[in-house]
């Protein structure tokens, strides 16, 4: 069946667990921004339901989700434009995820690499929810009707599995009624690795603090990070053949161009022949600019939890007016009676 014509909407989300990486914010918030001003309309979600699907504290994770949506407003998200919300103001959310689990196969699942990896050898122990995890993620985005998704690289597979359960409730309702999302995933951004080990994501759950820049470091914790990052003996090249079997080199000369706007080609087109420590300056300058502003205004914006608050539930009102219509005629093709 052809898909009808879909309203170009995008959706995101992030789980608000923990400081925001260096890796949330050039793999999401800031492209997040760069589609706020496109054609789209935009939705981002505080993802608090995904968040519990390992243990959060309760009084952490609300205020997680008030630093997330701060953090969100400083880096240019304008709830005027976007919509932002966090998802447990949404239930839809939740009752779509369950007809999702009913359409995802176990061993669609099984295959799911981030369970594998957070799993562990803690497979028996963990929760029920971190294993339909990635159901209520194409809930999310379905719910919504979303045509565009962007994310990091490492999202890549819970995508392509939200694909697979629209295609799935089309087919198995014959109905042309989910659109086959696109994930976005361009950029120099999409792969933050960590500055301690450049085969390895930069993570907030990694045990190391040297091996990830949070939004919230101060100026001299970005800057030592920077300066301590592990890289190896040779210059920076000029071309990106130059960079091949060098992790920690990319990395760092991805990390410039993402914050800088511009392709890792151009970014070699003025770094070439420089040896580490003066691009190490560069970039540490570069990073100080531009996390310093946006975590000077996450503060301003945590003094006034009320607003934040009203922001998040004025956000969840108008992500609702989209989404219960949406799950209403779901639960009509499901044969649901109401
Ligand atoms: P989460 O909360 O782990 O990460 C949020 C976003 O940040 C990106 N990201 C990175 N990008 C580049 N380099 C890195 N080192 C890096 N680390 C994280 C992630 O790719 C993501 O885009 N399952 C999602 C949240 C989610 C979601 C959704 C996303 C729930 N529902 C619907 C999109 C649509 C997650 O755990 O992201």
């Not at 880096?75 to 005027?80: Q, T």
């Not at 976007?82 to 009752?95: G, M, T, W």
């Not at 300066?227 to 000369?253: C, F, H, M």
Request: glycine fraction near 6%.
């Amino acid at each position: 069946m052809n898909q009808k014509d879909f309203k170009p909407r995008v959706f995101s989300g992030i789980q608000p667990s923990g400081d925001l990486t260096l890796g949330n914010y050039l793999g999401a918030i800031k492209r997040f921004v760069s589609m706020q001003d496109q054609k789209f309309e935009t939705i981002f979600c505080m993802v608090d339901l995904h968040a519990i699907t390992v243990w959060q504290n309760p009084t952490e994770l609300a205020n997680s989700t008030r630093e997330l949506c701060a953090g969100f407003i400083a880096s240019g998200l304008d709830p005027n434009k976007s919509i932002l919300f966090n998802q447990s103001q949404v239930p839809e959310h939740a009752q779509l995820a369950w007809i999702f689990n009913t359409v995802a196969r176990m061993g669609w699942l099984n295959r799911m690499t981030q369970f594998k990896d957070k799993a562990g050898k803690n497979r028996e122990n963990v929760s029920l929810a971190l294993y339909a995890y990635p159901s209520l993620m194409a809930a999310d985005i379905l719910l919504y009707h979303a045509t565009h998704v962007p994310v990091g690289e490492d999202q890549k597979q819970h995508l392509e599995l939200t694909r697979d359960i629209a295609a799935k409730f089309n087919h198995d309702y014959n109905v042309d009624f989910f659109p086959i999302t696109e994930p976005v995933i361009e950029g120099a951004g999409t792969r933050v690795m960590s500055l301690r080990d450049g085969t390895k994501k930069m993570s907030k759950s990694d045990p190391s603090e040297m091996s990830r820049i949070n939004l919230r470091d101060t100026s001299e914790e970005i800057a030592l990070k920077i300066q301590k990052a592990r890289t190896d003996s040779d210059g920076l090249p000029s071309e990106i053949s130059g960079l091949k079997g060098r992790p920690e080199a990319e990395n760092l000369v991805n990390i410039y161009a993402a914050l800088s706007n511009i392709t890792v080609e151009t970014a070699l087109e003025d770094l070439g022949g420089k040896n580490f420590a003066s691009f190490k300056r560069i970039l540490s300058d570069l990073a100080v600019t531009e996390l310093s502003s946006i975590s000077k205004e996450m503060t301003r914006l945590m003094k006034d939890q009320g607003e934040l608050d009203k922001i998040l539930r004025q956000g969840a009102d108008r992500a609702k007016a989209i989404a219960s219509p949406i799950l209403k005629e779901t639960y009509d093709i499901v044969g649901m009676v109401r």
